[in-house]
């Protein structure tokens, strides 16, 4: 069982930014793929960013279309966290952020994919 606990949402205006983190239970996180989803009012969870570590200073991420180039996502393995950096906010991105977590030798974009997921941390943008 993993554990995931989302913080870091707020209010922003457009061009701001925020950085969410995951917090991860147990001993095994960096065995995980981590995913950030979202989901805006009256619309379905959207995947946003996902990130595997193959050890030592390999990683892999993958991107929606709609945050590449806006959105990092990067995690510490000693800090069993992931974290997700977003500038050049938008009010489009105003959403609950979720957190995710699969085991899986490929990164994976559908919400089907995962397994364990957190409560969420909403992200306001101000237009």
């Known amino acids: 069982q993993v554990q995931l606990v989302e913080s870091g949402g707020g209010s922003v205006q457009a061009g701001g930014s925020l950085r969410l983190s995951c917090a991860a239970s147990g001993r095994t996180f960096s065995s995980y793929d981590m995913g950030w989803f979202r989901q805006a009012p009256g619309k379905e969870r959207e995947f946003v960013a996902a990130?595997?570590?193959?050890?030592?200073?390999?990683?892999?991420?993958d991107y929606a279309d709609s945050v590449k180039g806006r959105f990092t996502i990067s995690r510490d393995n000693a800090k069993n966290t992931v974290y997700l950096q977003m500038i050049s906010l938008k009010p489009e991105d105003t959403a609950v952020y979720y957190c995710a977590a699969r085991r899986g030798m490929v990164i994976r974009v559908r919400e089907y994919e995962y397994d364990y997921w957190g409560q969420g941390t909403q992200v306001t943008v101000s237009s």
């Open positions: 990130i595997r570590w193959s050890g030592g200073a390999t990683y892999y991420a």
